[in-house]
Structure formats: structure tokens, C-alpha cells
């Protein structure tokens, strides 16, 4: 089946860098790709998603990238607020409907 | 509009006891999914209902753990005998047929 792996698990920037996380996948059927974010307490909040038939979207200051060669997709955050500092999940799903998650990336966005 | 709801919050039950956490899909959302998310760790698949019957319940870990969705809109899992291990956060999620999963707020619980 299907497994995502996620790095880093921690992440700690400067207020108004950038961040970027990263997830690899390991099935080639996967051609869905949600990011989420969780905040303390709070259920996993949908904020980018791209499918398999794109590269790049993008969202005011949210990017996702994907690369099907290498399986992997990456979330860049531009000019990073203190309200962006939770916890960041990506996601795979191929043509079912079950998400499968990597272990996520708790971002601290110091000000 | 209304996002997918659930309650309880919080639920706290001794070890052996049978509890019972709901969910209120997104009006119009026919696909209901529950997951369960263990501290630090990314949310893991339960079940998937498409209207009322599980499409696809081979996440729920034993036979303990069952869910139900009469109506084809609120869905209920149950769990009988819980066991300590069974404390975790319990996310429900509905969507359209094949599109994004919006998740409600959790319910988490602990068994004591």
C-alpha cells in the first residue's frame, strides 16, 4: 500500500522567511495531494491541494509543488506570519478515497 | 456554510466501557470517512461510508470498533470494551464523491 514519508518534523523559521516542507510517496497510482493544517486541539484544516495532472499551485502565500518522476511534492510558505506556526500534514491518495498521511511538520514562525 | 461537526469534544470512560462519538457530515456530502489520529502522529483510516453503507471498513482495528450511518447523513462509532490503547483523537471527515476531505473538529478520548 501506499506510504508517505515527511520531513522535517520540525521546522522553526523567522517571521517573514520562508518554509518548505517536504513528503515523498511510494505508489505511482497516488494522484492526490492535500495539505493540511492542525492546530492545537482542532481538527486537520484542507489549505492546498494539487492533482497529479498539474506541477505547481499556488494560493496567495501558499505553494505546493509535485514531481511524479521522484514522487514527491513539497509546501512552500512565503513571508511567514506567527498565525502559520501548527502543525502541517501532507497527504496521498490514489483513486479510492483514503488519505494516507505522513507523520507531520510542526512549524514554529518565531516573530 | 456549516462545516462537519462532532461531539463530544472530549470524552473520558473507564477502562471495559462502551462509548458511543458522532458526526454531522457537510450538508450534500454523501461520503463520510473516519479516522483516528494517535498523539504526534498523522490521522490513520477507519471506514468510508458512501451514503449508507460502509464501503469500506478494513481501518477499524478489531471488532470492537463499529460505525454506523442509517440515514446516509450522521454517522455514529461505536466502540464496545474500550481498552486504554484505544485513546486517541477520533476525526470524522465527509467530501463529495471524489473530492477533498473537510474534517471536523475531533473527538478525543481517553480511557482511564
Known amino acids: 500500500g501506499e506510504n508517505v514519508e515527511q520531513h522535517p518534523s520540525t521546522l522553526s523559521v523567522q517571521e517573514g522567511d520562508s518554509a518548505v516542507i517536504k513528503c515523498t510517496y511510494s505508489?505511482?497510482?497516488?494522484?492526490?495531494f492535500p495539505w493540511y493544517k492542525q492546530e492545537l486541539g482542532k481538527g486537520p484544516q484542507l489549505i492546498i491541494d494539487?492533482?497529479?495532472?498539474?506541477g505547481e499551485k499556488k494560493d496567495q502565500r501558499i505553494a505546493v509543488t509535485l514531481n511524479k518522476t521522484a514522487k514527491h511534492f513539497s509546501l512552500h510558505i512565503t513571508e511567514t506570519q506567527p498565525e502559520d506556526s501548527a502543525v502541517y500534514f501532507c497527504?496521498?491518495?490514489?483513486?479510492?478515497?483514503?488519505?494516507?498521511f505522513g507523520s507531520g511538520t510542526r512549524l514554529l514562525v518565531r516573530p | 456554510g456549516a462545516g462537519v461537526s462532532q461531539t463530544p469534544s472530549n470524552k473520558v470512560t473507564e477502562k471495559g466501557k462502551y462509548v458511543e462519538l458522532r458526526c454531522d457530515p457537510i450538508?450534500?456530502?454523501?461520503?463520510l470517512y473516519w479516522y483516528r489520529q494517535s498523539l504526534g502522529q498523522g490521522p490513520e483510516f477507519l471506514i468510508y461510508?458512501?451514503?449508507?453503507?460502509?464501503?469500506?471498513d478494513s481501518g477499524l482495528p478489531n471488532d470492537r470498533f463499529f460505525a454506523v450511518r442509517p440515514e446516509g447523513s450522521v454517522s455514529t462509532l461505536k466502540i464496545q470494551r474500550t481498552e486504554r490503547g484505544d485513546s486517541a483523537m477520533y476525526l470524522c471527515?465527509?467530501?463529495?464523491?471524489?473530492?477533498?476531505?473537510?474534517f471536523g473538529p475531533g473527538t478525543r478520548l481517553t480511557v482511564t
Open positions: 471527515a465527509s467530501s463529495l464523491i471524489g473530492a477533498e476531505q473537510y
Open positions: 505508489d505511482s497510482a497516488s494522484n492526490y
Open positions: 494539487i492533482r497529479s495532472n498539474v
Open positions: 497527504a496521498a491518495k490514489d483513486s479510492s478515497y483514503k488519505l494516507i
Open positions: 450538508s450534500g456530502h454523501t461520503a
Open positions: 461510508f458512501q451514503g449508507t453503507g460502509a464501503a469500506d
